[in-house]
């Protein structure tokens, strides 16, 4: 009999049919057939509608959860219905003829998704276009001067070296960030120019038609991209540091309470690390995007509240610092998730000293978040890193106690057997050190983290220098001046 | 008087000339002045001399250090001279006429780096010029068919709808992956065959033209791409995975042994880090390009030893893995490099344990590159794997008899003079725990970097399996089978 299968083969469908040999299958029924057929044929369909249903839930998540998206959709629509009125308004196209053609090119290859995205485009093609435009007509002249055999080997020798030249920039990293695109386009105005065996009079009325053509493109592009629901590099990047360190500072206080908490005490097997302490791998895998919108927004104008130099590139440093954070929270979490557990007897020792840390640290994380969002300075930040560290302190006093309290915990019911001191010093050999392990190495790298925030606080402190963040409110202030004469007061009754 | 200030800003030169306030300015010699303005010039030219032989010698070590990169300039600027002999022969002019033009456009966007690349872009630019062109030509039938006033309002629509379409297509993750260029193409097409306002009998005509110069394009693109020095993504990741976990194997053992050298001991503060010890920097950034070689590589024939379908993915995994490591490796080097460290006293205990462990993670490590390497199955991973775990018992052993070893090693002295045994409790209370805290951590990710280790070990195992590794050879089999019946023989005498 046949047997007819479906198995999924990365993401596509294949089915196999095996037909064993000799000759039973020749000899069934139609009828068999025909249902078997039947069969297949609604398995078929219902694999297709599961399949079409969950591409279709997965596409349409996508736009609502990020409906910009689906309005980028419609602004290229608009913007080349926009530029294909140029081929049906009768005026215009007389204006600019055949070469409309070269609007649309511009208007599909430059419309990106971010306004930083769309000017590094138009600028590149337009200066790009210019520039190798008019070099190549200054060598066709000099070609054709140069007479009817010379001609293509000067023009084809040019063709090749700068071609060659031009491919190689593009491995130099700075050419690769700001100019990848300008290249390409250069590369090809040079090449269709050079080559093209038009006379230079006729090239000159070419290339003046094409520029204006290519200008209209890149002028629509930038219009309906600025005026509609703009979408901002320099604000995207702005966003996804903010995100990102509050991702960092849930994932932290996550991830400690995680550890220590009754929940996890009661049933540790159960419980898999909650959601809100996954956020750091957010930030571990940022860096292409962080690098790519600092690159983009480079090219946005003072848009909001970010000014034309906005230091984006200190954002990236912050970005740095805090993936540097993230890294130590990784490996935290790998010791959390180890198989190898300290008791809890032994965790109580270190639970309250361990969660106020991370609470700091969190804490200290969340004002640099709120403070970069706000776009002001933070009132209270050396406040918290001071508190953090006291409670990096206590944690450490609270590590220096542990020995004598967990040599206590086991020895004190041998101590009253025996006193011999020969005795006392085998107890002490059964510090549980070996035990303690993953809970001491959890207390060191949560040092380790405290001082890594510290980084992190020093690049947020560059950054509120550098964008000329705003100084606390006045409200904030004169609050503050309430505390100070308060304690003042105190000061001076006592 | 004024004073000049050269300062380099974002790579570029600023020039400040200070001009104080008051008339003194004014009244100096016009020597003096001539004087200062040929000390500028030629600060100006120095400057910009040392600019240009900086960014020479950068630009020439670009290539120095990767001739492939200088090798693809050339061969596109043979690409392209081969494209612009269609214009000077006459024969092939007369054939394709003025549409030679796209096999220019074609040969220079479809040019990539690597041949995954280049098949990338010109399967996308064919398909979506093949099928954007055949859905144009069909509307503009129909629309030519609905009457005059009607037919701009279908195509003006359709033109909308599907970039519209399109353009949101490119946020789902596989269309962006392997269909990016595609859906840019396909917009192109079908915008400019749309509103172009041929008849459809002048269009079927230029379809086919300009589907045989863009054909023409793509062959030679891809001739020149994989005849000359071809560069193939898949192995470009094969070598990068390779290279990776020869470096992180290198960092770890580099990190470890930088810690308990006598050098350091001798001068704890000017040793930095070792260059060897900074390898696994490599791998922590690393995800982006080996996603992007992997979503190469699929689109590659088989080429050398890499069959068709040659498990591109897994490559991604053992990666994962590899990052997986190195975050713990990063952790591992912040604790080494603290400030806080262990007495060496204190470290000289574990010194030999942890040195063991890092070097036999780090044979495993070297021992899963050279056989990814050769794409052969290890023979003795198994073994070296055993043999790691067994330092990873040692040093736990190592850790358990810690505290009794740092306790006799403080109380000693004190232990002579009183013997009673409230004093001995109070000398357990003196085990330096804090001192040794860097150490134990050390000690603690040593054994987490082991487990991690592991894992990239099975996925490595299912990369050999998937992507049919050969066996051991015959050689290395023999000499296997030699040492078995020799330990035979050893056990049969015993």
Same mark, same amino acid.
């Given at each position: 009999?046949?047997?007819?299968?479906?198995?999924?083969?990365?993401?596509?469908?294949?089915?196999?049919?095996?037909?064993?040999?000799?000759?039973?299958?020749?000899?069934?029924?139609?009828?068999?057939?025909?249902?078997?057929?039947?069969?297949?044929?609604?398995?078929?369909?219902?694999?297709?509608?599961?399949?079409?249903?969950?591409?279709?839930?997965?596409?349409?998540?996508?736009?609502?959860?990020?409906?910009?998206?689906?309005?980028?959709? %419609?602004?290229?629509? %608009?913007?080349?219905?926009?530029?294909?009125?140029?081929?049906?308004? +009768?005026?215009?196209?007389?204006?600019?003829?055949?070469?409309?053609?070269?609007?649309?090119?511009?208007?599909?290859?430059?419309?990106?998704?971010?306004?930083?995205?769309?000017?590094?485009?138009?600028?590149? +093609?337009?200066?790009?276009?210019?520039?190798?435009?008019?070099?190549?007509?200054?060598?066709?002249?000099?070609?054709?001067?140069?007479?009817?055999?010379?001609?293509?080997?000067?023009?084809?020798?040019?063709?090749?070296?700068?071609?060659?030249?031009?491919?190689?920039?593009?491995?130099?990293?700075?050419?690769?960030?700001?100019?990848?695109?300008?290249? #390409?386009?250069?590369?090809? #105005?040079?090449?269709?120019?050079?080559?093209?065996?038009?006379?230079?009079?006729?090239?000159?009325?070419?290339?003046?038609?094409?520029?204006?053509?290519?200008?209209?493109?890149?002028?629509?592009?930038?219009?309906?991209?600025?005026?509609?629901?703009?979408?901002?590099?320099?604000?995207?990047?702005?966003?996804?540091?903010? +995100?990102?360190?509050?991702?960092?500072?849930?994932?932290?206080?996550?991830?400690?309470?995680?550890?220590?908490?009754?929940?996890?005490?009661?049933?540790?097997?159960?419980?898999?690390?909650?959601?809100?302490?996954?956020?750091?791998?957010?930030?571990?895998?940022?860096?292409?995007?962080?690098?790519?919108?600092?690159?983009?927004?480079?090219?946005?104008?003072?848009?909001?509240?970010?000014?034309?130099?906005?230091?984006?590139?200190?954002?990236?440093?912050?970005?740095?610092?805090?993936?540097?954070?993230?890294?130590?929270?990784?490996?935290?979490?790998?010791?959390?998730?180890?198989?190898?557990?300290?008791?809890?007897?032994?965790?109580?020792?270190?639970?309250?000293?361990?969660? +106020? %840390?991370?609470?700091?640290?969190?804490?200290?994380?969340?004002?640099?978040?709120?403070?970069?969002?706000?776009?002001?300075?933070?009132?209270?930040?050396?406040?918290?890193?001071?508190?953090?560290?006291?409670?990096?302190?206590?944690?450490?006093?609270?590590?220096?106690?542990?020995?004598?309290?967990?040599?206590?915990?086991?020895?004190?019911?041998?101590?009253?057997?025996?006193?011999?001191?020969?005795?006392?010093?085998?107890?002490?050999? #059964?510090?549980?050190?070996?035990?303690?392990?993953?809970?001491?190495?959890?207390?060191?790298?949560?040092?380790?983290?405290?001082?890594?925030?510290?980084?992190?606080?020093?690049?947020?402190?560059?950054?509120?220098?550098?964008?000329?963040?705003?100084?606390?409110?006045?409200?904030?202030?004169?609050?503050?001046?309430?505390?100070?004469?308060?304690?003042?007061?105190?000061?001076?009754?006592?």
């Amino acid at each position: 009999m046949a047997a007819a299968e479906s198995k999924e083969v990365q993401g596509g469908l294949e089915w196999r049919v095996k037909v064993p040999e000799g000759s039973t299958a020749k000899m069934e029924s139609e009828a068999a057939a025909f249902e078997r057929a039947a069969a297949w044929l609604v398995g078929c369909m219902v694999m297709v509608r599961m399949k079409v249903v969950g591409t279709a839930t997965r596409v349409w998540r996508i736009g609502a959860d990020d409906p910009r998206k689906v309005m980028h959709g %419609l602004k290229v629509g %608009l913007a080349l219905t926009l530029v294909s009125l140029f081929y049906y308004t +009768r005026p215009l196209y007389d204006g600019v003829g055949r070469a409309a053609m070269w609007a649309i090119m511009t208007v599909v290859v430059v419309f990106e998704y971010t306004v930083g995205g769309c000017l590094y485009k138009g600028f590149n +093609r337009a200066t790009a276009t210019l520039s190798a435009g008019a070099l190549a007509i200054g060598v066709h002249w000099i070609a054709a001067k140069s007479g009817h055999k010379v001609e293509p080997v000067i023009l084809g020798a040019s063709v090749f070296l700068l071609a060659s030249t031009a491919t190689f920039s593009r491995f130099i990293p700075t050419v690769k960030a700001r100019f990848d695109y300008g290249v #390409t386009i250069f590369i090809l #105005t040079y090449s269709l120019v050079a080559v093209s065996g038009y006379r230079v009079e006729q090239l000159l009325t070419l290339a003046q038609q094409r520029l204006s053509t290519i200008a209209i493109g890149i002028c629509i592009c930038l219009l309906v991209c600025v005026l509609i629901c703009p979408v901002w590099a320099g604000q995207e990047l702005h966003l996804l540091i903010v +995100r990102n360190m509050e991702k960092l500072a849930d994932s932290l206080e996550g991830s400690v309470e995680d550890y220590f908490t009754e929940d996890r005490i009661a049933d540790p097997k159960s419980t898999s690390p909650s959601q809100k302490s996954q956020g750091y791998k957010c930030v571990l895998n940022s860096k292409a995007s962080e690098d790519s919108q600092a690159n983009l927004a480079r090219w946005e104008p003072a848009h909001g509240r970010f000014g034309f130099r906005h230091p984006w590139s200190q954002y990236q440093k912050v970005g740095a610092a805090m993936r540097y954070c993230a890294y130590c929270i990784e490996a935290l979490s790998g010791c959390i998730n180890s198989e190898i557990q300290a008791p809890e007897s032994i965790k109580k020792h270190l639970s309250d000293v361990c969660m +106020r %840390l991370s609470s700091q640290c969190s804490m200290v994380l969340k004002d640099m978040s709120s403070s970069i969002k706000a776009m002001r300075r933070s009132q209270g930040i050396d406040l918290l890193v001071a508190d953090m560290n006291e409670a990096v302190q206590d944690l450490q006093s609270a590590l220096k106690a542990l020995p004598s309290q967990l040599i206590q915990g086991t020895a004190s019911p041998q101590r009253e057997a025996a006193s011999d001191e020969k005795h006392s010093i085998s107890v002490t050999a #059964t510090l549980p050190l070996m035990e303690a392990l993953p809970l001491i190495t959890v207390a060191s790298l949560l040092i380790e983290i405290s001082s890594r925030i510290e980084g992190a606080v020093n690049a947020v402190e560059t950054l509120a220098r550098l964008a000329k963040f705003d100084d606390p409110t006045d409200d904030e202030k004169s609050e503050k001046m309430n505390n100070i004469s308060n304690s003042e007061k105190v000061l001076q009754e006592v």
